[in-house]
């Protein structure tokens, strides 16, 4: 009987198989363009996986440089799943020899967050400023004393919904329109601005919003090599998605790499393809593209405020991972007054928790050159990135605030609760 696991491996085996050799993966990718500890994805993916059998070493430990970007498997011309194949080595790596304490730790995006976010939060983030401390992280744990740490928040996104004074504008008109809104980890414990920004604009557009159960994607993870436990978090996920998916109710999330995870990467890197899975994967959408799938149908309250700004614009990628274009660009040009200037960036180079790792915060920097110069040459005191950890790279490289979409389109609505960026830990 064959089993998920044999069948992805028989997706991945016949992938390799179509590598023609033409190196323009290797020529694409931002990581092997700054550093010579990362050969390059050709080299690590499918002609290394022609050698990596049940009874071969383990991979090279060079696989471990790949940022997990997905660049290279934009340009492959034949649709080599280069990326998959190098997390699937990475994963490799990690069931022969385990995963380093730091691995553990920063993989675990909802713990971590749920230590330092609400009353202790004061503390949590000036532990995170300490000199001291950070130099112990560093020499201890390996994780950089320079990376971007963001600051908790001092309440949580989900705190702040149960506790809202005043019924929904939704809920009060009597819609009968739902929607389920995945906030991440992020959104959660360090920028509940963003849900509240979420939430604001799919109000306006008469949804009821719903908070159903859930837990961290899993990408960090996945990421760091940990698919024993990545599957876990996954299948949590599906148990508490899938009734709204069999409703037909939309799932709608803010993190790009959230809702790539549960669309694509979850099920592709560990085989699970069952019919509640791909429910889930099939109803969930970034919150643009649902906004842009609302005005094709003429559904979109286009009803905004003049916003006068000029700004730059990174997708990240994740977003492009996603294969739906730029919907950000598409609803906020609608905006009366707002200019956007598309950064041509491939990366930021902080790849989720790649650059927090000591021997790879250099190299993030390094790749994230491109982005920061393009930021600063906007001359413009705020950006915009729909990704997290990206947003926060940028700043911690520019100075420059960085924001979500969301909460400009919460601006042109009139809902937006003023400006906000998240703090990054500095020293």
Known sequence: MTTSHDHIELSLEQSLDHCIKCNICTV???????????????????????????HQPVPDDSVDYCSGCRVCNQVC??????????????????????MPLRNRLIARSGLVGWLGCGPQARWANA?????????????????????????????SFRSWFRQRASRTAATTLGTTKRVVYFHGCATNYYEPHVGQAAVAVLERNGYEVILSEQNCCGLPLLSNGDFRAGKRYHAANVRKLFPYAQQGIPIVGTSTSCTLTLKDEAPELLGMHNAEVRAVAENTYDIFEFLRGLYERGELNTEFQTVERELPYHPPCQLRAHGIGRPALDILELVPGLRLAESNADCCGIAGTYG?????????MDVGQGLFAFVRAAESDLALCDSETCRWQITHGTGVTTRHPIEILAEAYGVAEGERGVEIAQV
């Open 28 to 54: 694409a990718c931002p990581v092997s363009a700054v550093t010579d500890l990362f050969p390059g994805p050709k080299y690590v993916g499918p002609q290394a996986q022609r050698f990596r059998h049940e």
């Open 77 to 98: 011309p034949t649709g080599v799943k280069i990326a998959e194949l190098n997390a699937r080595a990475r994963a490799q790596i990690v069931a022969e020899r385990g």
């Open 127 to 155: 532990a995170l400023t300490s000199l001291t401390l950070r130099w112990i992280m560093e020499k201890v744990l390996g994780i950089a004393r320079a990376a971007p740490l963001p600051h908790y928040s001092t309440y």
């Open 356 to 364: 927090y790792k000591l021997e790879k915060y250099q190299i993030a």
